[in-house]
């Protein structure tokens, strides 16, 4: 069975700073995984993804994720965080041995103060 | 070239009413996907169908819901005698003919509902 764990439900960094959100995965099979933004009252956002290759995936608006394997993890990163980069964040799984739907985790909302 | 489509917007119904959400896919898309999403949780799969079938529905409750994409026109998610725990944003997405398993998938802004 495939499972998605965000630890944090909430992530705060003041403006400038690097920011990091953490993801971490489950699947029986190779692992097809996502990132997502939502906007208040608006539907997902695709940011970035990763398949295979290189370990860090460079997204949308900056953002880049690191697949670590041995951590399972696919934790979300931005060198200088932006005050419009306060959204929620979704990361999303698919299990290369499983069905074809999107697994996403509950979520963290990050606030970028000013 | 319009994204997913979804209608209506915010959806009020009574206790034991029957509600429809309506999901148009981005043109060429032949695949939709339903996700719930409750305050402060996150997005929870519902269903998976294409045309005329459905692919996946291990994350529909077995009573009061329905999903459908018929041949022609929107995809349908149907909530028959609806409660309040039902309140929640429904989200459609799509994806291409036979997506791989790299393919994102595309969202609507969603639809509001509130049973009240």
């Known amino acids: 069975a495939q499972s998605v764990a965000q630890p944090e439900d909430q992530v705060n960094v003041a403006e400038g700073n690097p920011l990091t959100v953490k993801c971490t995965y489950s699947?029986?099979?190779?692992?097809?995984l996502f990132w997502y933004v939502q906007y208040p009252n608006r539907g997902l956002q695709f940011l970035l993804k990763?398949?295979?290759?290189?370990?860090l995936v460079k997204g949308s608006y900056g953002f880049e994720a690191e697949f670590n394997k041995s951590q399972t993890s696919f934790h979300l990163k931005k060198p200088s965080a932006l005050v419009s980069d306060s959204a929620l964040y979704f990361c999303a799984v698919r299990d290369g041995a499983g069905a074809n739907n999107l697994f996403f985790g509950t979520g963290t909302r990050l606030t970028v103060i000013p | 070239n319009a994204g997913v489509m979804q209608n209506p917007r915010h959806l009020v119904r009574r206790r034991g009413q029957e509600a429809r959400l309506r999901c148009s896919p981005m043109k060429g898309h032949s695949h939709v996907y339903w996700y719930r999403q409750l305050p402060e949780e996150g997005l929870k799969f519902m269903v998976y169908?294409?045309?005329?079938?459905?692919?996946?529905e291990s994350g529909m409750p077995k009573e009061r819901f329905s999903a459908e994409f018929p041949k022609e026109g929107p995809s349908i998610l149907r909530i028959q005698q609806v409660v309040r725990g039902d309140s929640a944003a429904y989200f459609c997405a799509s994806s291409p003919p036979s997506p791989g398993y790299n393919e994102k998938l595309f969202f609507g802004s969603g639809t509001q509902l509130s049973v009240l």
């Open positions: 169908l294409q045309k005329e079938n459905i692919i996946d």
């Open positions: 699947v029986s099979g190779n692992p097809y």
């Open positions: 990763y398949i295979t290759g290189d370990n």
